[in-house]
């Protein structure tokens, strides 16, 4: 099981870690004459932010059903060799939970190969942290993201293939956007510790945020759940 | 001397395939309204219908792909529940889906390596047998395997399980005639050899004809004809009465006569059963002299599925 | 073994093997003490369902035609009193009528027929009971 989905997904992988590089490359080039070293990692954080929280989206699958490697071309709403994976004496909460797991790993090795580039090729981001607090940012993040990530599943369970990425895409930015419209308590927004907010900056860690994130998570998980073993096809 | 024992059971609660009253609609269109299903265990089940009539709704409730809205299904005597109670069931099943599709990433070995771990009855020798039988080539990608490739990989997937119980969607679809025959070969073996009940939907009403020994006729949702072959074609017959008279026009029959065709002074009578009634009957007629054919599957076919 | 079986003639398959194996007998194609293939083996080379070749094969057992040895398999009857039920003079019979039926200037066609139509009287005669107009 977890060889498939790896198969599945390593164009996924590739293309999210691409993304991300590029994202990194872009603001290191104009980067050099920014301000302050402090200004200088929180814009940089920001741009990391950004990209990170798209990650989710990309990894998320399309719950059990069987992905294209490169989900943009299926036109069809089900590949036909999902009907053989669920003829398969496994239960359906194990071929989401694998996928899930497995699409968990693969978000958290993206931000730990990203957060490594930055760390050693932005030197100027160093300053005033310790690689403790690099350590702490990068559980930050990837608890915050697992929250996106949680989303994304429920949408990637209900909407077509070829919609889920669009769907997630406006959902997570609508979701960012309520911070500044609504009046989201801070320890409810999930966005910020990965920018502003991280322990690269306020040197301290956000729980709050955090378990939020991780509950946000594990009922976007239930709820997939549930939705998948009461799906037909 | 030894006797020769039939092969699988003779005993009508001895059912792999159960269903009773399955009901299930999609968006208002009733696909099945009813069914009725009894394979016994070790047959081979041919089960026969037009297109929409129901065979693959039917198969894939069975698979546990789709939940009836009501009525009652079985396999193994287990009722085809939720998640759980399923892995069990399907631990024991073999399955060919109707597009033969498979993961476009994987070569026929991966898919292979892939699907042996799930069953622990997987027989390696019959793994050995199919890959040089049916000539496929383990490095190719499958999205490169033509159709007739993709359903014996399919195949040799769902037999290499040790399973008890074959299902197969329209197996020889799309097949040339050589290899369906090839597949078809495979079938009797099997069924010989390890005593599988295969159980297999097909418009091909010959290829039932020839390795099946019970048949369902779907139509509608609800099954017309059902029970064992050899049964069904000496309960059915057809009669062609010839009148040297003018034939009377309008006649009570009796049970079992299912169709009439009049043409000039010439009859055309199918039966269903009760034959010997029926032809006492027109034998009573004035001027008629009778005689009687068997009838093949494809014609019980034709005359159960054409007037609705 | 080459056995022609028709699924979708009005013959039950089963009797179309009985009397194909019984030709077979009788023409000397299989002579007492030959080995026939095993039901698996037959069903998988006919094509045919095994309960098709089991019912057969139980019939001629119980014929004489053929015995049945513990694992070995299926054997052609050494016994020749029950090899074949048909004698010379049942052919001679049989040979007669065509030839008097053609002298008088039937086709081979129309011969079959009658030949037809007697066994469908005899079939509708003999499960009535023997009333028939």
Redesign the interface.
Known sequence: MW??SW??TRSRVTFALLWTASFVLLMAAPGRDMGKSSDKLGIVLSMLALAFVFVPVWLAGSGIR?Q??FGFGSSKGL???T??T????????RLLLVRAALGLLEMVAVIVALTCVVWLFLPAVRVGTGPGEWLLYVLTVSVCASGLYGLTMIAATLVDDAWIVPFSTVAIILLWMLQFFGSVPAWANIYRPMAQGSPLVTHSVPWAPMAVALAVGAAGLLISLRIV?RQ?? | MPEVSQRGSSDPRDCVIETAGLRKSFRGLEALRGLDLRVPSGSIYGFLGKNGAGKTTTIKALMGLLRPDSGDARIFGQPIGGDAAGVEIRRRIGFVTEDKELYPYMTVAQVIRFTRPFFPRWRDDLERRYLQAFELPPKQKIPKLSKGMRSKLMLLLAICRGAELLILDEPMEGLDPAIAEDVLGVLTGLAAAEGTTIFFSSHQIADVEQIADHVCIIDQGRAVVAGALDDLKSQYQRLHVMFSETPPQSVAWVDGVERVRHDGRMLSIFASRNVEAVVDQVQSLPGASVERFPVTLKEIFLECVRSH | MIFRLTPSSGVPVYLQLIGQVKHAVETGALQPGDQLPTIRRLAEDLVVNPNTVVRAYRELQHEGVIELRHGSGAYVGESKTASTRITRRDRAVVESAVERLAAAGLTEDEIRRLFEHALISLRHGASKGGNHA
Request: charged share 15%; net charge neutral.
């Open positions: 060889m498939k198969l599945e069987t294209q490697p590949h036909g060799s009907l053989f669920l003829s398969l004496p496994v239960s359906r909460t073993q037909e096809y």
